[in-house]
């Protein structure tokens, strides 16, 4: 099995490492668009020609499935991406988890990029989704760039911001992107009110791994064993085949990733 992934940067890896756990001896492909990032402040038409580029590059590495580990390439280029290369080729889309944070009861609120929080898609979402339940969107302007540049002082400022605007008595997070999900214990710690019930944080990672492997009829197999299948981690840099970025080694689930073999 041949898994690929796709986003501007290193938000991917989070569901990536999703992936990982769930089929360990699956081959990766990442694509990335360091040339292009970020993709949040640019056009929709802008992000659509983009995502096109960085998945047509995936795809030409012929892999079972592409997840698009991206919140705003999937709320501006998801259509796009599945009239290119669908039915050939499963495109499995990012959505925030606002039906599960949902159905656990009482307020939550939902981080996401400036460019998504109040746009149509989430407040359809919201609508479609939400229910009775109180919800409140919360800007994070810089958080997804700072995760990406790795700059502990500027996550820090950025989840101290977005903290103060999420209401106290909120019980649950939706990370609206990808990238928030690699700093979710400092987004927890941030928010939880030493006299309320632990916080709970919906992310995108595990849900859109577990539907990839649906797709494509399959099931997760947690034990599989790596050897003697050899899986390979296939980086792709703007098209370009290259390294995991040093930076990714910051993280947890980029960590995960390194430990597979990369061609070469």
Not at 106 to 127: D, E, K, N, V
Request: proline share 10%; aromatic share 4%; charged share 20%.
């Amino acid at each position: 099995m041949k898994i690929a992934l796709m986003d501007s940067g290193i938000g991917l890896l989070a569901a990536a490492a999703a992936v990982r756990r769930l089929r360990p001896d699956a081959d990766l492909v990442v694509s990335l668009d360091p040339d292009g990032m970020p993709w949040g402040p640019r056009a929709p038409h802008d992000v659509t020609e983009r995502a096109l580029a960085v998945a047509r590059a995936a795809a030409a590495h012929r892999p079972d499935a592409l997840i698009v580990a991206c919140n705003t390439a999937s709320v501006h280029s998801l259509p796009a991406l599945r009239a290119a290369l669908e039915p050939d080729l499963p495109v499995i889309g990012t959505v925030p988890a606002i039906k599960p944070a949902a159905a656990g009861g009482g307020p939550f609120a939902i981080w996401a990029t400036p460019a998504t929080t109040g746009s149509p898609y989430q407040r359809g979402l919201i609508r479609d989704f939400a229910g009775s339940a109180e919800v409140t969107e919360v800007p994070c302007p810089g958080l997804a760039q700072a995760v990406e540049s790795a700059d502990e002082d500027a996550i820090d400022r950025a989840v101290a911001a977005a903290a103060a605007l999420t209401p106290r008595g909120v019980r649950a997070v939706v990370l609206g992107c990808t990238h928030y999900e690699l700093v979710a214990e400092r987004i927890r710690t941030a928010v939880q009110q030493p006299d309320l019930p632990p916080l709970v944080l919906h992310g995108s990672a595990d849900a859109v791994a577990a539907q990839a492997l649906r797709r494509l009829g399959d099931v997760p197999a947690p034990g599989a064993p790596a050897a003697p299948f050899d899986p390979r981690l296939t980086v792709l840099l703007s098209g370009r085949e290259g390294d995991l970025p040093v930076r990714a080694l910051g993280y947890a689930e980029g960590r995960l990733l390194a430990a597979v073999t990369q061609p070469g």
